[in-house]
């Protein structure tokens, strides 16, 4: 069964920093895309960022191109987002999503969800 676990959100200041970390289980998570998204209040999911199965090529959301950053860690299976300069608009609920097909890199097509984490940035 796949699951996917978010850790790391909470409140932090405009400016701060944040890293969040996705573990996974129940599957080959070294083989898939893994991606972190975005639902602000009141907004639909986004994606910000998303990594290759070998963590060799990312993509990041023009709105977080230079203060994020993805990476994982296939022995240990968890995918992490550095969250630096935050600011107000980066509020919400991140989730991380595991790719559809194993061995594939797109950060368009995701099929696995995990519960998601706050992260709220606020003065």
């Known amino acids: 069964q796949v699951q996917l676990v978010e850790s790391g959100g909470g409140v932090v200041q405009p400016g701060g920093s944040l890293r969040l970390s996705c573990a996974a289980s129940?599957?080959?998570?070294?083989?898939?895309?893994m991606g972190w998204f975005h639902q602000a209040p009141g907004s639909e999911r986004l994606g910000v960022a998303c990594i290759s199965p070998a963590g060799d090529n990312t993509y990041y959301q023009d709105s977080v191109q230079g203060r994020f950053t993805i990476f994982r860690n296939n022995a240990e299976k968890t995918v992490y987002l550095q969250m630096n300069s935050l600011k107000s608009e980066d509020t919400g609920v991140y989730y991380c999503?595991?790719?559809?097909?194993?061995?594939?890199?797109?950060?368009?097509?995701?099929?696995?969800w995990g519960q998601g984490t706050l992260v709220t940035v606020s003065s």
């Open positions: 999503a595991a790719g559809r097909v194993a061995g594939d890199y797109d950060c368009a097509d995701f099929n696995s």
């Open positions: 129940g599957f080959a998570a070294d083989l898939y895309t």
